[in-house]
C-alpha cells in the first residue's frame, strides 16, 4: 500500500478508535495512532500466526492496534 492510502486508511483506522474507546485525539493523532496501531497489531497478531492483508485488513489491524495504543496511553497518563 502506498504513502497515501496508508495515511487514509491509518487516519480512518484511529479516528474509529477514537470513537469507539471515546478518546479526544484530533486528526494528526488519529492518523498517527492508525499507523502505529496497525504496525503493533501486525506484530502481535504475526506473533499468533495472523496475518492481515488488503484495505481491509490493514484497518482491522489500524482499529485494533490504535485501541491497544489508547488503552495503554491511559494507564500511563
Known sequence: MGIIGSIIIGGLAGWFASMFMK???GILMNIILGIVG???AGFLFGLLGVSFSGI???L???FVGASILIAV???VF
Open 23 to 25: 478518546s479526544d485525539t
Open 38 to 40: 496497525a504496525a503493533v
Open 60 to 62: 482491522i489491524a489500524g
Open 73 to 75: 496511553g491511559r494507564k
Open 56 to 58: 481491509l485488513g490493514y
